[in-house]
């Protein structure tokens, strides 16, 4: 069976957006409207050779209807805890500097953490920073499972699905997320982390050819590690399919605006490239 879809091109000119039907197999595709979730996943593209897959698992801090806002107020809604703000952003401006896919979760990780396994109990938070979050207390077997089901899967499936369709050019996975710059009460100075998970290559790389002097405070694998679980994109999608990899993590008050949205991802895009490219020509001679 086959499904009409739309997929959305960015021109890298940054001409208006161009929109085009495509057919695909129904199977092999997020169920889109699956129950009440809606848009589950996003995907968009710069180029018909992508060198570079952008995934961004936090990009919305939407809760479809049916959930009742997860009984979480509209500050909590807005802030971290849901999503991670500004790192659409960044990632779509990214999209726009380099041959690229990005693949975009399109509801809040209360709701399902794409970053996350089924099994893991984090996947669908009962508590969340300081918040509780009471739409996730007490869930049993089938309502958990339609998270997963309507969720999880679409978002996975889909980034499998783009994977697979550009493995011919594709060379590297970057994941963009952002991180608040108070934590539990504590301050964070580091305002942008190179994480990695299994596979080290990428993350190690840019660290080494890291701007210098730097205009941020660029640090390995903080504010969080592969030890934290948030490595799960990066081994399950990246190391599987043999794309060197890294996850970036951005202090959010760095890019509330969309101006500093573009500046960061100015900042981040020749870099990333660079070690691409480095990593392909290690390869190539190795
Ligand atoms: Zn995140």
Redesign the pocket.
């Known amino acids: 069976m086959c499904v009409k879809i739309f997929s959305n091109i960015i021109d890298r000119s940054r001409e208006p957006v161009k929109y085009f039907a495509m057919e695909i197999d129904a199977d092999s595709i997020p169920q889109v409207v699956v129950r009440d979730f809606g848009e589950v996943v996003r995907v968009e593209t710069s180029s018909s050779a992508p060198s570079v897959i952008i995934v961004c698992?936090?990009a919305s801090n939407r809760i479809p209807a049916h959930l009742n806002a997860l009984g979480v107020t509209d500050e909590v809604l807005q802030s971290h805890v849901a999503w991670?703000p500004g790192?659409l952003g960044v990632a779509q401006a990214l999209l726009r500097r380099m041959p690229g896919v990005l693949v975009a979760g399109g509801v809040s990780r209360l709701v399902y953490d794409c970053?996350r396994p089924p099994d893991a109990h984090s996947a669908v938070p009962m508590k969340s920073e300081i918040y509780a979050i009471p739409g996730n207390a007490g869930l049993d077997v089938g309502a958990r499972t339609d998270r997963v089901e309507s969720v999880y899967r679409p978002f996975s499936r889909a980034l499998s699905k783009q994977i697979e369709t550009f493995s011919g050019s594709l060379a590297a996975m970057v994941t963009v997320?952002s991180f608040t710059p108070v934590f539990h009460g504590e301050a964070r100075s580091v305002e942008l982390g190179l994480l990695h998970g299994r596979d080290d290559r990428l993350a190690l790389d840019m660290l080494a050819q890291r701007p210098d002097p730097a205009p941020y405070s660029i640090r390995l694998n903080e504010p969080y590690a592969a030890s934290d679980g948030v490595a799960h994109t990066l081994d399950r999608q990246g190391v599987a399919n043999a794309l060197p990899n890294v996850m970036l993590e951005i202090r959010n008050d760095l890019i509330r605006e969309p101006a500093e949205q573009e500046e960061m991802a100015s900042f981040l895009a020749p870099w990333i490239d660079a070690s691409v490219v480095n990593l392909a020509h290690s390869k190539g001679s190795a």
């Open positions: 698992e936090h991670d790192a970053n997320h």
